[in-house]
């Protein structure tokens, strides 16, 4: 016996290569030739038999598929089965692209078919012939199909009712449900169908405990079978007698709405379920030219966009939500009786199908997070770059090949700093400049304008920190005017003058190095905290204006670092910091995943705490202020500088419980 196959490389086709050869007989496959290596590496993974599989070089898009004469001849009066897999399964691929694959394609197969004198024709159809029928579609339904606006369900359509029309030999066709992994190993070669919506559930578990509930969405029922169900059901139908013009819808007789199939995959990723489920149809109420209406409204298409793109959801998947097919399978159910072959409930097989994608398909997995991939051959800029954080970050940037700017004041310790960094291999420039002073700002910003063109990233990390208390500042007004003029207005002069050029090239990235205590609102900070709130809050308004042409903007509320500027405070010796380059891994962070903010958990929570409890918090604060007094520099006391009492153990265990945040 022998067989003809078209989509041998494709994922059903694969597999109903392997089950065909375990029958006799020799298995002919329609091969591109430039997909001739694609072809091999499958044989090779599928252990195929070279002698009895076949390569028959060819094209579906021309005429007879391209086969050559000599083929034609060689093929003639001996293939019993022909089986057309070849499509396009995709409905994000263009209609231009569907019609030539699906519909001239089966056309061209029917046509070699014929001309071989094939003993019948088995087309691989799908439940998209049936369109967007509402209610029950029989297997011997055809021209009741509805809503065959996509091109998609078009196609298949169309390319069905091209097989039905023939006359030259006889066939049968075979319409299988939404095609996932199969069910023993999970495998499959590409994302479609659910798993559309399986990087929304890793992100929900990435957010919240897999315990607790959320809101979800109930939708039409799914109909999902595994490809291993499908490819033992076709090759059993196939070779059963007396079934010829018929059709067969390889279905589950028990699909799932949306909300369980969804919820099916949580529970395999350890995802929380999503409890309380709305049925999307509810709002079929309200009338359709409203709902287009708002669903163009820019900010609405804007929202929508950006979900979908986060969650790598197709907007043509959306209209499935709500399918409203439900198929009988009693043809299928009658030809498959006594052989075994069934559908398995999703439930025992969702975990392999889930494992499979996270080891596999996860499109993280392909995301360069390296921060060379993020960086290299960039320009980017580092403020306070001669020390500290500073410091520990331009040294990892110009190690993973950034053309490394670093600007400070002093330029003794700045020039070393670049001169160790360029004798490691870097790229390093260094310019010195004070970003209190507006105008030598400007001179920054025109020389590095000049000389290197435009700037990728800017990391605003240059500041100045004040622990005093205001009742030590009532005369002290300049310690407020000092932050300011570097923490808030140095930062913004730099990134208003490199920003015209990264919205020119539509791209750039602005990382502004905050404070934990913006989020804990810490005592005799006020100064500090207050010139880093300014910036926090000015980067949050321009997210608003900037995201859309390409401009991020990234907060860091780093907690208590132990460098230079925290030196005067004596009491910090003794109380748990973070180290310049723990510090650095934080701004890496920013750079490779361009969050809007990164802060530890007990800085949200703090925020979080405030905002629900004020008073409560007020409290904590309150003794937080009591428990740590001004320390001697802050006092002006030379003098008591020199013989500062070590701190108290219950100053430790307070700064020890509330590890990082300034007190």
């Not at 997995?365 to 770059?385: A, H, M, N, Y």
């Not at 007990?602 to 925020?607: D, K, N, P, R, V």
Request: aromatic share 8%; with cysteine.
């Amino acid at each position: 016996m022998s067989y003809f196959v078209t989509g041998a490389t494709g994922f059903v086709g694969r597999y109903l290569v392997s089950r065909l050869l375990e029958r006799k007989g020799t298995v002919h496959v329609l091969v591109r030739k430039d997909s001739q290596k694609k072809f091999d590496a499958i044989a090779k993974k599928m252990g195929w038999d070279p002698k009895r599989v076949v390569v028959v070089h060819g094209d579906m898009t021309a005429v007879k598929c391209g086969v050559s004469a000599a083929q034609l001849k060689s093929l003639t009066g001996k293939v019993k089965h022909f089986f057309h897999l070849a499509a396009i399964y995709d409905l994000t691929a263009d209609a231009a692209s569907q019609r030539s694959a699906n519909i001239d394609g089966t056309r061209n197969a029917l046509d070699l078919a014929a001309a071989i004198g094939a003993g019948c024709f088995h087309h691989t159809s799908s439940i998209a012939a049936a369109g967007l029928y509402p209610g029950v579609f029989r297997e011997d339904m055809f021209d009741e199909a509805e809503g065959l606006d996509d091109p998609y369900l078009a196609t298949k359509h169309e390319s069905e009712g091209l097989v039905r029309k023939e006359k030259r030999i006889k066939w049968r066709i075979y319409r299988p449900g939404m095609v996932v992994g199969h069910s023993q190993t999970g495998e499959i070669d590409k994302i479609d169908g659910p798993y559309y919506f399986f990087t929304l559930i890793k992100k929900l578990r990435e957010m919240l405990p897999q315990w607790m509930p959320t809101l979800g969405i109930e939708g039409g029922r799914i109909n999902i079978v595994p490809v291993d169900y499908v490819v033992n059901a076709m090759d059993h139908i196939a070779h059963k007698p007396k079934l010829d013009g018929h059709c067969f819808h390889l279905t589950d007789p028990e699909p799932m709405r949306v909300g369980e199939v969804l919820n099916c995959f949580a529970r395999a990723g350890h995802a929380p379920e999503m409890t309380m489920r709305i049925d999307a149809r509810m709002f079929a109420f309200v009338p359709s030219g409203i709902r287009a209406a708002v669903g163009n409204l820019p900010p609405v298409r804007r929202f929508v966009g950006m979900l979908l793109r986060d969650f790598k959801i197709p907007k043509e998947t959306l209209k499935f939500i709500t399918y409203p097919t439900r198929f009988d399978n009693r043809e299928a159910e009658r030809a498959l009786r006594g052989s075994g072959i069934s559908v398995p409930p999703l439930e025992s097989y969702a975990w392999r199908l889930w494992d499979y994608w996270e080891r596999h398909l996860d499109p993280d997995l392909f995301v360069d997070r390296s921060l060379k991939g993020k960086v290299k051959g960039k320009v980017v800029v580092i403020t306070g770059g001669s020390s500290g954080i500073g410091l520990s970050t331009a040294q990892r940037v110009a190690e993973a090949g950034a053309i490394t700017i670093i600007v400070a004041r002093g330029q003794e310790e700045l020039f070393k700093a670049r001169d160790e960094m360029k004798k490691a291999g870097g790229k390093v420039f260094a310019y010195t400049a004070d970003l209190s002073d507006m105008a030598d700002c400007d001179r920054l910003i025109a020389t590095v304008l000049k000389e290197h063109g435009h700037v990728d990233v800017l990391i605003n990390n240059a500041g100045r920190s004040i622990r005093r208390s205001i009742e030590l500042s009532y005369d002290r007004f300049h310690d407020f005017e000092r932050t300011m003029q570097l923490n808030y207005f140095g930062s913004l002069r730099l990134i208003m003058g490199f920003m015209p050029s990264m919205t020119h090239r539509r791209r750039g990235h602005i990382i502004n190095i905050s404070s934990i205590g913006v989020l804990a609102n810490s005592p005799r900070f006020s100064a500090y905290v207050a010139s880093k709130a300014a910036l926090d809050a000015f980067s949050r308004c321009a997210q608003g204006e900037l995201s859309g042409k390409g401009i991020s903007f990234t907060t860091i509320n780093m907690p208590l670092v132990k460098t230079p500027m925290i030196a005067p405070t004596k009491m910090y010796e003794s109380v748990p910091t973070l180290t310049p380059e723990e510090a650095a891994d934080l701004v890496v962070k920013g750079i490779i995943e361009r969050p809007s903010r990164i802060a530890t958990r007990l800085g949200i929570f703090a925020s979080v705490i405030n905002a629900v409890a004020p008073k409560a918090y007020e409290v904590v604060m309150s003794t937080a202020f009591e428990l740590f007094p001004d320390s001697a520099a802050a006092k002006g006391d030379k003098a008591a500088l020199r013989g500062e009492s070590q701190p108290s153990n219950e100053q430790i265990a307070f700064a020890a419980l509330m590890r990082g945040v300034h007190w």
